[in-house]
């Protein structure tokens, strides 16, 4: 396996753009040819985790990037497909829609839903990781199972849980949502690993034109990059990404796990980069634990432990969104929120004040039943749930 990285820049926003810095990329890495034979059935997994403020937000990759990879992979002979399965709670129809996504359905470009149940992705089923540290089985779909490889295409951005996410933690889109949130329960960044153990992704394609920063994975702050990134080490590819956004390689949780259980170097010293040189293109991105939305209290207290997974992370964040929109913000003076399972020791009983105190869906529930807590019911729950459970009761809420 090759260890190059290429970084190329963007000439400008135009499809014909994105196309020539990710054909660029392919060229710098030696082609398609080694990793796609004739005939193979290749998934093109880009990250559509949510709806997003916009398509070019930086939350999202965006339909140009999988595209140009799309027609790259039909021009070595193999039959691509984009699919996607976005987080829990999420319709990944919507997304993508929100994406633009549908624009290349009707152009006759396979985009699988799925979570849908139009069957495009086969029936679900089992595969057993041998080796797993963590996720000895896993719920996929047998569009996955039988593809001969699998290129993961996220978006650069940083992650209120692993600091930044990338093409590796991006393949837990191909599961279940019953493994993911199995994944987040049992422990988030080795499970990744053992999925990306497992999948083999051949090659990794950043999507960093729009990136983002500061509270990921969905409301980060749009910070324009105008770069592609690519590399079929998919350690040295997260390695030099994060590098790119300010982060050592042993600061990033997945990257590390990665290299240790040599899936890929990231040792910089042994990275060959192709294109421009990090120093010039790289800037420190703001980290998620450094971003506080304004006008949140801060006496607001957050408890969420590893369990926690996407769907009631993005619906706290989310929730305190539409708080702010509504002027509701002053109801999280001294409030303190609760969501995925935590440990009981997180949670000292003579600190909760019940009024204050809410806990947010289904894993979060023995709670409020052992404590007599509110509660949002959901998996996750819907915002108006939540913030009707915050500022306590219908009347005072009636947004949607
Ligand atoms: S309740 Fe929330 S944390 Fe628990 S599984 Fe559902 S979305 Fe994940």
Known sequence: MSSTVSIRKTRGNEYEDIKEAVDRVIEDLGGLEDIIRPGNKVIIKPNMVAVPMSRLSGAVTRWEVCLAIYEAVKFAGGIPVIAESASVGADTGDVILMCGYNRLVEDGVPVVDLKSKDGQGGERCRLVIDDAKIAHEIITWELVRDADAVITVPVMKTHDQTEITL?????????????????????????????????????????????????????????????????????????????????????????????????????????????????????????????????????????????????????????LMDMKEAGLLKYTEGLTVIAGRADDDMIDADDLIPEKTVCIGACAKKFADRYGLRWAEGCPPRNRIAIEAIVGGREKYDGE
């Not at 393949?171 to 497992?198: C, P, Q, T, W, Y």
């Not at 060959?272 to 998620?288: L, M, W, Y």
């Open 167 to 319: 093409g590796m933690k991006n393949l837990k889109g191909l599961l279940a949502d019953d493994s993911k949130k199995r994944f987040h329960r049992d422990g988030l960044i080795e499970s990744v690993v053992d999925l990306n153990a497992a999948l083999r992704p051949c090659l990794e394609i950043v999507d960093g034109t729009f990136a983002a920063e500061g509270i990921g994975p969905v409301f980060g702050d749009t910070r324009e990059m105008d770069l592609i990134i690519g590399s079929k080490d998919i350690v040295a590819c997260e390695a030099v990404t994060g590098k790119i956004m300010g982060y050592e390689p042993d600061e990033v949780p997945i990257t590390a796990a990665a290299a240790a259980r040599g899936l890929g170097t990231m040792d910089l010293a042994e990275i060959e980069i192709a294109g421009e040189k990090i120093e010039d293109v790289g800037s420190r991105f703001v980290r998620s634990c450094e971003t506080k939305i304004e006008g949140v209290a801060d006496s607001f207290r957050m408890v969420l432990d590893e369990s926690a997974c996407t769907g009631c992370r993005n619906t706290v964040v989310s929730v």
